[in-house]
């Protein structure tokens, strides 16, 4: 059985020829561009096997106008510890006859010492630049070549390599250490040790042009990674790595780069997800994990740069430990004394001993307050397993935060985040409706459970503002949804239809809190709520009525439009399932529906018929115990523009 890996929110953007500069060493970047004559890249680095001493790295230059002969000379400007280690085949000039736009310098460098980086910056000469025509005055164009030979490797065990995203598995692994470099480890064949782990045999999955070895640098303050000096610990730098993997669709193999790699993930504080997780007791890694950009050359790719757990490398003889958090929000407790609290059942894992919570603004980045709550900068309350009472702070109320933290020390190991509402005796300013249903057309779908045979019909909780008429909250509207694909309800968000106007209803742009396997957070809107909240209400329904839904007897219905997708084809739809800033249809079946309380009981029933039926589906198709969550539909459109493909610095 081959592996099917389906595209997940690919924003395709056909590039031209890019360049890719390997930040595996220090150096320094130039602007190489000129309108005639230029490097055709503007840095290389080149490791070399610890088995070789010398190397020979190609360096192009080519030129736009190409009517006439010329000659461009240049120098060669060597580090200071390279004396002696590099020449060149050119000496000093590049000679171009009439018609030729490229030529090449090979540029040898010889007497490697292990470990040693070494460095040759090539100069168009000066007077070169300002002779030739149409070329800018004073400005110098350089191309650095950088060369290091690596130490041996020690093999110090075997370990696990787990891809989160891509094959969603785990193999086993050989690490070595580097001889001369404490900081740096060479996992060997990850690719094939996953598809081994999988079960399948590496010869039929991979098409035998995965990178043999991935090699991690631990970073730690004051080293430096390209132009930037590092100021967090225990960062970790990893080499770019063919997967072997190759996309039928779009003809190009699946790489993992490092997001420095990129022009706008460029800065350290984009690189934090890339870490050092756990050490071992004797100082040495324990687990390192990783978050790569999935990139096909030419073609695009998939940011997971800024998420957790994406690749997770453990290594020989770490034993992880369990700090895992589950919590159940229970609602809100008030003692004889008058005390109110916050309750819920909260089980830990066996090492989560030094725990604690705090109550919040809903506003509030949950992962800053779990380091306020290390710091000591904000109160934390002690907590333990079992059923838990976290008092409400005096003042506070709304939509409020609970965040739980576990510490070893003053550091934080995991934390959990639940939302609730409490309004302190003030008006409540949503009313509960009482149960209704809805019909997800949206994200079931793009997993491959269609309407049709599925259902997907909820019952779920409905309020309406006491404030604002016309405007209705579906209480954790897509939390059976999750439950369905055995995901966490924790972060599961309500969304709010507006229906002020029951012949203009619309869904803005809001989060769902939802997230699949690897797959999210996704976020719903429809074509009506994004333009609103551009253009105002007003001028979008006097100028696009068509496009809003209706609330008629209790029943929200949205108009089915069409667009072209990013394959060219004419897609019908209702509204938006988005993720990583990418557009899935929803709604394609017309499907897509919601229902009040308040709809006749004729509707009703209907609606508690077919959500019985759908829950029976599920059990009867095994859906329950889905594995692999992965988006069948590679159907979206670009209508919000990402950086998901962009070009590599």
């Known amino acids: 059985m081959k592996i099917n890996k389906y595209l997940i929110g690919l924003a395709v953007a056909i590039l031209g020829g890019f360049t890719s500069c390997n930040t595996d060493v220090e ?68 000679s171009f006859e009439a018609g030729q736009g490229a030529a090449t310098i090979n540029v040898t460098a010889s007497n490697l010492e292990k470990e040693v980086i070494y460095a040759d910056t090539l100069i168009l000469s000066q007077t070169a630049v300002e002779s030739a025509d149409t070329i800018t005055k004073n400005q110098i164009v350089k191309a650095v070549v950088t060369v290091q030979r690596e130490g041996d490797w020690i093999l110090i065990g075997t370990g696990t390599f787990t891809d989160n995203f891509w094959f969603e598995g785990t193999g086993d692994v050989e690490i070595y250490a580097n001889e001369l470099n404490p900081n740096q480890f060479r996992v060997k064949n990850p690719w094939e040790s996953v598809i081994r782990g999988l079960g399948y045999d590496p010869a039929e999955e991979l098409d035998g042009n995965q990178t043999p070895n991935l090699t991690l640098t631990i970073m730690q303050p004051g080293n430096t990674l390209g132009d930037v000096t590092i100021t967090q610990k225990d960062l970790v730098y990893f080499s770019s790595s063919n997967t072997g993997y190759f ?68 290594f020989p003889g770490y034993e992880p430990k369990d700090f895992t958090i589950e919590f159940d929000y229970a609602g809100i407790l008030t003692d004889p004394e008058g005390n109110i609290f916050a309750t819920g059942e909260l089980e830990l894992g066996p090492d989560a001993t030094t725990v ?20 000591g900068d904000l109160e934390g309350v002690d907590i333990t397993n079992g059923n838990i009472m976290i008092p409400m702070p005096e003042g506070l109320s709304g939509k409020l935060l609970l965040v739980i933290v576990v510490l070893d020390g003053d550091e934080v190991k995991n934390y959990a985040a639940t939302k609730f509402e409490w309004y302190g005796g003030a008006k409540n300013p949503w009313e509960s409706l009482g149960v209704g249903y809805f019909v997800d057309d949206l994200i079931n779908p793009l997993f491959g459970y269609s309407v049709a045979e599925y259902g997907n019909v909820y019952e779920v909780e409905i309020k309406e ?56 957070p996704f976020s719903i809107s429809t074509d009506a709520g994004e333009l609103v909240e551009k253009y105002g209400f007003d001028a979008v329904y006097a100028q696009l009525p068509d496009i809003f839904g209706k609330l008629q007897d209790g029943v929200f219905t ?11 084809s004419m897609i019908q739809y209702q509204l938006w399932a988005i993720m990583d800033g990418a557009h899935y249809f929803g709604g394609k079946s017309g499907n897509f529906t919601i229902v009040l309380p308040s709809a006749a009981a004729s509707v009703q029933k209907k609606m508690k ?41």
């Not at 909250?473 to 939390?479: D, L, Q």
Request: hydrophobic content about 40%.
């Open 465 to 520: 503002s006491t404030e604002i008429a016309g405007l209705y909250s579906i209480v954790k509207m897509f939390a059976p949804v999750a439950t369905d694909f055995n995901q966490s309800t924790a972060n599961i968000e309500d969304v709010l239809v507006h229906a002020e106007n029951p012949n203009a209803v619309y869904i803005p742009l809001q989060p769902l809190g939802l997230t699949i396997g690897s797959n999210g």
């Open 356 to 375: 604690k919570a705090a109550i919040v603004d809903q506003d509030a980045d949950a992962g800053a307050v779990a380091d306020a709550i290390a710091s």
């Open 247 to 314: 996309h039928s669709s779009y003809e190009a193999d699946v790489w993992i780069h490092h997001p420095s790699l990129f022009g706008s993930l460029s800065t350290e504080d984009k690189w934090l997800h890339n870490k050092v997780l756990d050490y071992k007791a004797d100082g040495t890694p324990g687990r390192i994990q990783l978050a790569p950009y999935y990139y096909m050359d030419g073609v695009g790719g998939w940011n997971n740069t800024q998420k957790d757990n994406i690749v997770i490398i453990d």
């Open 609 to 649: 018929s077919r959500a019985v039926a759908a829950s029976f589906a599920r059990r009867l198709h095994g859906f329950y115990g889905v594995k692999n969550n992965v988006i069948k539909s590679n159907i979206h459109v670009h209508r919000v523009i990402t950086d998901n493909a962009e070009q590599m610095r």
């Open 27 to 94: 150096g320094e970047y130039y602007t190489t561009q000129l309108d005639n004559i230029s490097f055709e890249t503007k840095s290389k680095s080149v490791v070399v096997s610890v088995d070789e001493t010398s190397v020979v790295v190609p360096i192009r230059i080519t030129r736009s106008n190409t009517n006439n002969a010329y000659s461009v000379s240049y120098t060669s400007v060597p580090s200071a510890n390279a004396s002696g280690i590099f020449s060149d085949d050119a000496n000093g000039s590049v």
């Open 558 to 568: 949205f108009p089915i439009l069409e667009e072209e997708s990013s394959s060219g």
